[in-house]
């Protein structure tokens, strides 16, 4: 019932601020063009990508926007959502994304994973991108058991990337003198920042536009509030921007002020 009161008072087609974004529909900053134009030099250069930011700022959608852009032809993107996961839960993992057959010793299972990848890129012509998620998670043994997995010797051309996608604190880890091996493979970092002060509202703006409402809702100091409130990351900025329209709705206002937005947020 909700849904559909935000909907027919604010003349939406469909409910703003929405999950479900097709590729040119999300919001491009200065900051995700840079990853992007980073993503596609790693693509050529394989290797190891490391993509950290907060929860919520779009890593996740970012990567697989950036995945729905590549050739079937050409590349093999495999998204793994990693937790805490035993070394052996890692490898499996990676070898059952790659389609390897089931292996129970762990030195089977790298033989897979290996065996695999050098099957795709020579035979099938097709370059692996192993995302791997919540890479800040991974333990101690399975960050040392990646550069083992990434070390090849196929020419001088890594034949696979990886990107560890992650907290912020995922780089700092890794400057632990245990992984300087691993990182002699890392080629580049990326931080991806929460939205500027200055984004927020072009972005709000943005997400009402795909919904079908091009008049402004939100009023200057509604926008500054969301900022306020959210920190610009973008998770936090949709939730409490939606919690915002449907208190509005249920309200009947035409103009969202700060003093909504700060409502909507105590009854979070």
């Known amino acids: 019932m909700l849904a559909i009161t935000i909907e027919s008072f604010y003349n939406f087609k469909k409910l703003p601020f929405a999950k479900n974004l097709t590729p040119s529909e999300i919001f491009a900053t200065e900051a995700t063009r840079e990853l992007h134009s980073r993503l596609e030099y790693m693509k050529e250069r394989r290797g190891i990508l490391i993509v950290t930011g907060l929860s919520g700022v779009g890593k996740t959608l970012q990567l697989r926007a950036f995945t729905e852009t590549l050739s079937a032809a050409c590349y093999l993107p495999l998204y793994l959502p990693l937790s805490t996961v035993t070394v052996g839960d890692f490898y499996r993992q990676i070898n059952a994304a790659l389609g390897g057959e089931r ?35 991974l333990s101690r043994d399975a960050l040392l058991e990646l550069q083992v997995i990434a070390n090849f ?116």
Request: proline letters at 5%; hydrophobic letters at 45%.
């Open 103 to 137: 292996q129970f010793r762990k030195i089977d299972v790298f033989a897979s994973i290996q065996r695999q990848i050098k099957h795709l890129v020579s035979n099938e012509k097709k370059i692996p991108i192993i995302i791997l998620d919540e890479a800040h998670r």
């Open 153 to 268: 010797q196929m020419d001088s051309l890594d034949p696979a990337l990886f990107i560890l996608a992650g907290q912020p604190e995922l780089p700092d880890r890794l400057n632990a003198a245990i992984y300087d091996s691993l990182c002699q493979r890392i080629h580049l970092k990326f931080h991806l920042p929460p939205l500027s002060a200055q984004e927020v509202g072009p972005f709000m703006a943005h997400h009402l536009k795909i919904a079908g409402r091009s008049k402004s809702l939100f009023a200057s100091d509604g926008v500054d509030a969301v900022y306020q409130t959210t920190g610009g990351i973008q998770r936090k900025v949709c939730q409490l921007a939606f919690k915002t329209l449907a208190l509005g709705a249920l309200q009947e206002k035409e103009s969202l002020t700060a003093e909504e937005v700060f409502l909507a947020a105590r009854e979070s």
